[in-house]
């Protein structure tokens, strides 16, 4: 294999000089901006209000109004953090309501998409669907109340679930969430986080005793090294391209580690600066085409390398971690070969890998989903952390191991207690804790976990709800198997949604009935409310009132619920308003402390300081870092004649809400599969050609789009290519589901 650094064709350099990247694929940043503006032009002064006083509802990075504490710079205008990602959302916050009689006869509506259904407009009042029934109708308040509460008050609360999506959510309402389903006794409360980065949180609390990022995006200034595994900030983090922009500057190199060379990460084209809006900037020096899988693999021969060249930080190790004895036995059991053949690169790749790890005295080392959304996700983080530990790059400057998250506060959801095998501050779901969690609530807390994300989902199918409450989200997008989905959901006797917009799995029939409960936004959020960000920043965000329809705010709901079905111990659920919340929040959850005095945009504290593990301090029970071996993945690296390893990954979407059928970045449109040149010459196939990928699941009609990928590796678009991703199969720490998969490949005539 020849050397994994990036370098520049001719045609490459001579398109670089082409000004705003005219005729090439990439985001038209100001184009779009403007569209925006008239997308919106209906209720502008209140799209203001939201974008300058509110805290930004799109990836994690964090922004009060235009405030982004990374950026500081003499000149304010520079440190304006404006991203696509939150303006795409923006609509969401400002749309009017639909008439709601368009839902008396839902077969109207089943054709259309998620994207045209959300262009309807907002949610305005209850709904209710009985079995059989054409469509909705309009209830009260009350009534909806009445309906669930009859079904609570009548059920087994182990045959309750609720699940709160990252969708705009707050603090506030993960944590109202929680304390509803264990006021109601149970633990069958699970949040979004589950479907990402929950491999992340398993792994991290048992070797670094955090679970979170130990460093800050100022990390990424002045370090030497920054390395993206499975991670795509040019489409799920856009404003990190600007820190990777002025990172770059400082002389920091950047490496992917990653089956795609994503476009985005090899060159970018930064709005807000002008040298980059108008000619882009080269972000990524290495290229390594690790496997889908194969980073644990590719880790070993890495450190396999580190350790007999003696490129370890020996100190550290000695000071501050236990079980490297271990991990080097292990290392030293394997074969090259092997760790070739898994991994997909050869040892000439590791050791270029290994050479650019011993000449950084500092680095970040940054993953996401494609690491994490594996069956071995939480080995493959370890194996990040076994590499960040072996050089001491955590608890220091320029350094740290970085979970980084793509959705608005979803580092918040487990440490309020939104998990269905974690209370509040990450705390374990055991009788110890439990028993600690009663005595500061003054009612009983269920001590057995309760159901997980895609548990509920098994737990519909079998018969063994009565009561799915769904807190935004779509578990018929978001989950394996869709058609298997929708017939769980339509097993569970009352489901309820509580949303802002429409999405189709509204229209699943139930066994009794299906109530819509209208949300506000976390801008309309009474007494305001908070999101944490990736970097562990806890920033205020003030109610920006306004009132659509019957819209509620969404923990007023939740806590309404609760008294209503229990009237004569409704005292005991407190947090009467979300100034006494946010109080209770800084007594329950340690970390949070200072929340309680956040008032006002701009407010904000950091939880933890700067660096968690500071000098090499770890919050484990005997004050180390642990290493760990872990087991190679159990499956064949290499493909067959017509057998493929798929993967999938994001175009122009947040989360599961597409924006559109042409990835700007790339050019691939929501049909395209992804495929090496190579593999597609071997099969006869050219650019366009129609495909379909079949395997024992299903089959996924697709158009080849030739890209720079490793051989024998695919990708195609999620949520489309759930349809072939095998319900089931979870990492077994997080329960995150696994969605990769193996594939044949077959023209269609």
Same mark, same amino acid.
């Given at each position: ?474 578990? $018929? %997008?978001? &989950?394996?198997?869709?058609? *298997?989905?929708? #017939? !769980? ?8 949604? /509580? ?58 709901? $939740? %806590?309404? &619920?609760?008294?209503?079905? *229990?009237?004569? #111990? !409704? ?8 100034? /006494? ?169």
């Amino acid at each position: 294999m020849p050397s994994c650094k990036i370098s520049k064709t001719w045609q490459a350099k001579l398109k670089s000089l082409v000004p705003f990247g005219l005729g090439q694929h990439k985001p038209k940043h100001f184009r779009n901006m403007a569209g925006i503006v008239w997308k919106n032009r209906d209720n502008l002064p209140y799209a203001w209000k939201v974008l300058s006083q509110g805290v930004c509802d799109g990836c994690a990075l964090g922004v009060a109004g235009f405030h982004d504490w990374t950026l500081e710079h003499k000149q304010p205008w520079q440190g304006i953090h404006l991203c696509m990602t939150r303006l795409n959302l923006l609509r969401l916050n400002t749309m009017p309501a639909f008439d709601p009689n368009i839902l008396s006869d839902i077969s109207r509506l089943q054709s259309l998409s998620n994207a045209e259904l959300r262009e309807l407009g907002r949610l305005p009042y209850p709904m209710l669907r009985e079995k059989n029934a054409k469509g909705f109708h309009r209830i009260s308040w009350d009534e909806a109340y009445a309906r669930i509460t009859k079904t609570i008050r009548a059920a087994n609360p182990n045959r309750l679930a609720f699940f709160v999506t990252s969708r705009g959510v707050t603090n506030e309402v993960y944590y109202m969430a929680q304390k509803v389903a264990r006021f109601l006794g149970t633990n069958n409360v699970d949040n979004a986080a589950r479907l990402c980065h929950a491999p992340s949180t398993a792994a991290m609390k048992q070797s670094l005793g955090v679970a979170a990022t130990t460093c800050s995006y100022t990390d990424w200034y002045g370090t030497d090294l920054l390395v993206f595994f499975g991670s795509n900030p040019a489409n799920d983090q856009p404003v990190a391209m600007k820190y990777l922009h002025e990172a770059k500057k400082l002389g920091a190199k950047v490496v992917l580690v990653n089956p795609y060379r994503e476009p985005g990460m090899e060159r970018y084209w930064v709005p807000s600066t002008m040298s980059s809006a108008v000619f882009g900037t080269d972000i990524a020096d290495y290229w390594f085409p690790v496997a889908i899988g194969g980073d644990i693999a590719f880790l070993y021969g890495v450190l396999k390398i580190l350790v007999e060249k003696d490129w370890l930080d020996a100190s550290f190790i000695k000071q501050h971690t236990v079980g490297f004895e271990e991990l080097k036995s292990r290392v030293a059991q394997l074969d090259f070969a092997d760790l070739e053949k898994f991994s997909g690169v050869d040892r000439e790749a590791m050791r270029e890998f290994a050479k650019l790890i011993r000449d950084a005295k500092n680095a970040v080392l940054v993953w996401s989903m494609g690491i994490t959304q594996h069956a071995f996700g939480a080995d493959a983080v370890q194996m990040i952390l076994n590499l960040g530990l072996a050089r001491g790059y955590v608890g220091r400057d320029k350094c740290g191991l970085m979970p980084i998250r793509g959705h608005s506060s979803v580092q918040g959801g487990a440490e309020m207690g939104a998990y269905a095998t974690a209370f509040p501050s990450g705390k374990p779901v055991n009788a110890e804790n439990a028993a600690k969690l009663s005595a500061q609530y003054h009612f009983p807390v269920p001590s057995i976990p309760g159901l997980t994300a895609t548990e509920m989902v098994e737990a519909g199918a079998r018969g063994e709800l009565d009561l799915l409450y769904c807190l935004g989200g779509n578990f $018929l %997008r978001t &989950l394996p198997e869709p058609d *298997y989905v929708r #017939r !769980a959901m339509g097993n569970v006797p009352l489901r309820v949604h /509580q949303d802002i917009i429409l999405t189709d799995q509204m229209f699943i029939e139930a066994r009794e009935a299906v109530l819509l409960l209208p949300a506000k936004t976390r801008y309309e959020q009474a007494d305001g409310g908070t999101e944490t960000t990736t970097e562990r920043r806890i920033i205020f965000s003030p109610e920006i009132p306004r009132q659509v329809g019957e819209a509620e705010t969404e923990w007023k709901i $939740l %806590r309404e &619920l609760a008294a209503r079905a *229990y009237p004569d #111990r !409704a005292h005991l659920l407190g947090c009467e308003t979300g100034w /006494q919340m946010r109080e209770e929040i800084a007594r329950v959850v340690p970390f949070y402390e200072g929340v309680q005095r956040l008032k006002k945009t701009g407010d904000a504290i950091q939880y933890g300081g700067p660096h968690l593990c500071a000098d090499g301090n770890f919050p484990t029970q005997d004050g180390k870092a642990h290493f760990r071996a872990v087991d190679l993945p159990e499956f064949s690296a290499k493909k067959t004649n017509a057998s493929f390893k798929a993967t999938t990954r994001r175009g122009k979407q947040f989360n599961s809400l597409v924006y559109a059928e042409v990835d700007p970045i790339n050019g691939s449109p929501r049909d395209a599969v992804l495929m090496n040149p190579d593999d597609a010459a071997t099969l006869h196939l050219i650019q366009g050609d129609r495909v379909a990928l079949s395997n024992d699941i299903g089959r996924l009609e697709a158009r080849v789009f030739l890209a720079p990928i490793a051989s024998g590796n695919l990708q195609i678009h999620w949520p489309e290519g759930n349809v072939i991703i095998r319900r089931g199969v979870t990492e077994p720490l997080s329960h995150v589901p696994d969605y990769n998969t193996q594939v044949s490949v077959e023209k269609i005539a």
